[in-house]
């Protein structure tokens, strides 16, 4: 196969869970800010970029790293308790557990590379059963010191965990900021997965993984 490697983001690209972290976004704002914003703000000023990028944007006043990091935990522990209250949202995009199966099977490194801290990949782990396929050590995540999205740094550490060059990888996206990652990360094989992807920044465009084999190749 052509491709040597495959990195996943994945929110929004593995979980499509862009509705609850808009509900959640949406509460923590009013609820701390008094601020009310609807989708199309959503979109503008929130999508693909990571919380403390966010919360530095509705609150200017606060420097401190420390209370900006205990605000973002704050947001994901109320997108938790929104995932634990409507868990017919939360599964994993339609093909994806068997695709890891073939992945596996072909012998074929894969991680994921995501904006997400470490209590939400946890519970990701926990809920998907995730160990079964990665491995916890080389998945990719916001420790606090990891720059968002579209800085390229998430791609590059994740290329270095499973041992592949950039030309030689594949990588699924939803955001037009995830896209831009992994472009300057050298990836040029980028695919976009959503309903609704049509951006021209990637490779191509799937609804899911169900036919994602051929992408290989």
């Given at each position: 196969?052509?491709?040597?490697?495959?990195?996943?983001?994945?929110?929004?690209?593995?979980?499509?869970?862009?509705?609850?972290?808009?509900?959640?976004?949406?509460?923590?704002?009013?609820?701390?800010?008094?601020?009310?914003?609807?989708?199309?703000?959503?979109?503008?000023?929130?999508?693909?970029?990571?919380?403390?990028?966010?919360?530095?944007?509705?609150?200017?006043?606060?420097?401190?790293?420390?209370?900006?990091?205990?605000?973002?935990?704050?947001?994901?522990?109320?997108?938790?308790?929104?995932?634990?209250?409507?868990?017919?949202?939360?599964?994993?995009?339609?093909?994806?557990?068997?695709?890891?199966?073939?992945?596996?099977?072909?012998?074929?490194?894969?991680?994921?590379?995501?904006?997400?801290?470490?209590?939400?990949?946890?519970?990701?782990?926990?809920?998907?059963?995730?160990?079964?396929?990665?491995?916890?050590?080389?998945?990719?995540?916001?420790?606090?010191?990891?720059?968002?999205?579209?800085?390229?740094?998430?791609?590059?550490?994740?290329?270095?965990?499973?041992?592949?060059?950039?030309?030689?990888?594949?990588?699924?996206?939803?955001?037009?900021?995830?896209?831009?990652?992994?472009?300057?990360?050298?990836?040029?094989?980028?695919?976009?997965?959503?309903?609704?992807?049509?951006?021209?920044?990637?490779d191509g465009c799937a609804q899911d993984f169900s036919d994602a084999l051929h992408w290989l190749q």
């Amino acid at each position: 196969m052509k491709i040597k490697g495959v990195i996943f983001d994945f929110n929004g690209t593995l979980f499509q869970d862009t509705s609850l972290h808009i509900a959640s976004w949406i509460q923590f704002l009013k609820e701390k800010k008094g601020i009310e914003i609807n989708e199309a703000e959503f979109i503008e000023k929130i999508y693909g970029r990571d919380n403390i990028q966010i919360i530095k944007t509705f609150f200017k006043e606060i420097q401190d790293q420390n209370e900006l990091e205990a605000l973002s935990e704050e947001k994901e522990q109320l997108y938790r308790q929104l995932c634990r209250q409507n868990k017919d949202m939360v599964h994993l995009v339609k093909g994806a557990e068997n695709f890891f199966d073939q992945l596996k099977e072909n012998k074929i490194p894969f991680t994921i590379a995501t904006g997400a801290n470490v209590g939400n990949v946890r519970y990701y782990f926990e809920e998907f059963h995730l160990a079964q396929w990665f491995d916890w050590n080389q998945v990719i995540y916001d420790d606090g010191r990891l720059p968002g999205k579209p800085d390229p740094t998430v791609y590059l550490l994740a290329l270095e965990k499973i041992g592949v060059k950039a030309e030689d990888t594949l990588v699924f996206e939803d955001s037009p900021a995830g896209i831009t990652a992994a472009k300057k990360a050298g990836i040029d094989r980028i695919i976009q997965i959503g309903e609704t992807s049509s951006s021209t920044l990637a490779d191509g465009c799937a609804q899911d993984f169900s036919d994602a084999l051929h992408w290989l190749q």
